[in-house]
């Protein structure tokens, strides 16, 4: 089931089938940061702020996810930092929540280190931690092109997948990370279980294509495509948002359309090949 407090990756294509090659794109989860135009004061009138260091953190990181909710990386990170000062084992996610800042930053390696201090004062807490650990190795790894990133990609994946195996966002970016290394037959059992447990999972449908037009499938891959494209094609701006947490709320829409944009031109390329 989604957890709710974790970012995703949105694969386009990277396939070579004969002398055509096709090239690999990513929605960055990692949207640049663009000033509210509005003030606290005019978003909240009605709305008491929470006096509370990592409250206020939450608030300004839009930890309840909603469309017309505050999102200040700076503010959200001043916060944290503050309730880290004050007491570092105090509140369970407050580590989490500074890596996700970094991660979202691009600062891959201050986000493994939140990331281990969270594991190092909390131990038993939840286990979307694991699931952060896959994604910024995942993402350190396309910058540094090291296998062992990669490999520690896939084991952060896994470990969340011991603790929710049916999350079809982790079998997603599992798969992910062995298609980007080539692995292609390691991607099937990932996602086919996946299927089995959400079948019109428009994501799990996307990343199936491309494994199927990977290994010289392409009539399948169309159909998979097609009824990807069929289930983005219903998603609200809001249902984006859900599925991306963390992200700036102006740009929801816009992350919407990249997808479903996404969808449609990979089958236009296994179409075309």
């Given amino acids: 089931m989604q957890n709710g407090m974790q970012h995703r990756l949105l694969t386009v294509v990277a396939i070579t089938l004969g002398v055509v090659c096709f090239f690999f794109v990513l929605q960055m989860v990692f949207i640049p940061f663009v000033q509210q135009q509005d003030s606290d004061a005019d978003r909240n009138t009605t709305a008491a702020m929470p006096t509370d260091h990592f409250e206020l953190g939450e608030y300004y990181f839009n930890a309840t996810n909603e469309a017309s909710g505050t999102y200040d990386l700076k503010q959200a990170r001043y916060h944290y930092e503050q309730a880290i000062a004050e007491d570092p084992a105090k509140y369970e996610l407050v580590w989490y929540q500074l890596g996700r800042i970094d991660f979202l930053e691009g600062s891959f390696d201050a986000a493994l280190y939140k990331f281990q201090k969270q594991l190092e004062y909390f131990p038993d807490g939840p286990p979307r931690v694991y699931y952060m650990i896959g994604l910024t190795h995942g993402y350190k790894a396309r910058a540094t092109k090291r296998a062992e990133d ?16 049916g999350s079809p966002w982790a079998r ?34 996307n990343m199936y294509g491309l ?3 990977n290994t010289d499938r392409p009539q399948e891959a169309i159909a998979y495509f097609d009824r990807a494209l069929a289930a983005a094609n219903v998603l609200t701006v809001d249902d984006w948002g859900r599925a991306y947490p963390g992200n700036n709320p102006l740009f929801w829409e816009d ?10 031109y990979n089958r236009a390329l296994v179409t075309s090949e």
């Fill in 150 to 165: 990669w490999e520690q990609a896939a084991q952060g994946f896994l470990r969340y997948l011991e603790r929710d195996p």
């Fill in 172 to 205: 997603t970016d599992l798969a992910w990370v062995y298609f980007a290394q080539g692995k292609f037959a390691a991607m099937q059992p990932v996602l086919e279980l996946g299927l089995s447990l959400s079948p019109e999972h428009p994501w799990l449908l």
């Fill in 255 to 264: 992350g919407l359309k990249e997808f479903q944009e996404v969808v449609a």
């Fill in 211 to 213: 494994y199927l037009a």
